[in-house]
């Protein structure tokens, strides 16, 4: 079952929130939140942010076990 969480508008450019994406493509949720956490670039805490409302979608509506997501797929686009 995929869980989505968007976030527009955000004052950082794609490019730089590109690189901080593409490190946690593929992870398991509480390796990217450590990942995002140590990260020091602007971005990671917006991306954090979403990821955490995307795991909180997931175990409050759809009553999914926080240790078994992932990171299936995440990507930015300019809006």
């Given at each position: 079952m995929k869980v989505k969480a968007v976030a527009s508008q955000i004052p950082v450019t794609p490019r730089k929130v590109c690189l901080?994406?593409?490190?946690?493509?593929?992870?398991?949720?509480?390796?990217?939140e450590a990942i995002l956490t140590?990260?020091?670039?602007?971005?990671?805490?917006?991306?954090?942010?979403?990821l955490k409302s995307?795991?909180?979608?997931?175990?409050?509506?759809?009553?999914?076990?926080?240790d078994d997501l992932y990171v299936e797929e995440i990507f930015v686009n300019e809006s």
């Open positions: 901080v994406v593409d490190l946690i493509r593929g992870q398991k949720i509480k390796e990217a140590l990260n020091s670039k602007s971005a990671a805490p917006i991306v954090l942010k979403l995307a795991v909180a979608n997931a175990v409050n509506n759809f009553n999914l076990n926080k």
